[in-house]
């Protein structure tokens, strides 16, 4: 079946743009995470969401980094007035809550110039 | 999260077995040996977990100790498309971010 999707697979804007990255989930998979990745860096955790319940974003690293996920499948991250050390990659995984073997999309590439 | 200790990088043969040692001396009852990779520019894969008893997949085997304080991740035939950085992560199941450390990059050559 099919895996989890993002889109864009990369982005380049402009610094103190808006941007929003979207995750397509593994269907049925009730828990989504959102990471990021700079260049040679391990995993930095930012939110997670867990069917209808409030989602956990202690990793989000300011206000301007917000998340949504409609229906319970589809997520946005959100970054407003982007910087320079934003640029990453964003990664989004999936799992199925009582296995929670956690299954990664391909990433978007972020690059605030 | 127990922390996990894992050797820089390692090379092996195309078509020889690749085995990928983890140490996770202070790892508690309830968490789960998981293993992913990296290639590069891609999104981490998940290859294999287990909790105490040794797993196989269609990808790797995973032999854990019985004391359970390191494992081993075996790729039984190792291709070129093997090369990668290997992560060894031991979280407990259910509702928790991934924590990976430096991995092991595997270098497989011809």
């Known amino acids: 079946g099919a895996g989890v999707s993002q889109s864009p697979s990369n982005k380049v804007t402009e610094k103190g743009k808006d941007v929003e990255l979207r995750c397509d989930p593994i269907?049925?998979?009730?828990?989504l995470y959102w990471y990021r990745q700079s260049l040679g860096q391990g995993l930095e955790f930012l939110i997670y969401f867990q069917g209808n319940s409030a989602p956990d974003k202690s990793g989000l690293p300011s206000d301007r980094f917000s998340a949504e996920r409609t229906g319970g499948s589809v997520s946005t991250l959100t970054i407003q007035r982007t910087q320079q050390e934003d640029s990453a990659v964003y990664l989004c995984?999936?799992?199925?809550?009582?296995?929670?073997?956690?299954?990664f999309g391909p990433g978007t590439r972020l690059t605030v110039l | 999260d127990a922390k996990t200790t894992q050797p820089t990088s390692m090379d092996c043969a195309e078509g020889r077995a690749a085995n990928l040692p983890c140490n996770h001396s202070?790892?508690?009852?309830?968490?789960?040996v998981y293993w992913y990779r990296q290639i590069h520019s891609q999104g981490p894969q998940y290859i294999i977990h287990g909790l105490k008893n040794n797993e196989t997949n269609e990808m790797a085997s995973l032999i854990i100790t019985e004391d359970r304080k390191s494992s081993t991740l075996i790729l039984p035939h190792a291709t070129l498309r093997d090369t990668a950085v290997y992560y060894c992560?031991?979280?407990?199941?259910?509702?928790?971010?991934?924590?990976f450390g430096g991995g092991t990059r595997l270098m497989v050559k011809p």
């Open positions: 995984a999936s799992s199925n809550y009582h296995t929670d073997t956690q299954y």
């Open positions: 269907s049925g998979h009730t828990a």
């Open positions: 992560i031991v979280k407990r199941n259910a509702g928790n971010m991934l924590t």
């Open positions: 202070t790892i508690s009852g309830n968490e789960y």
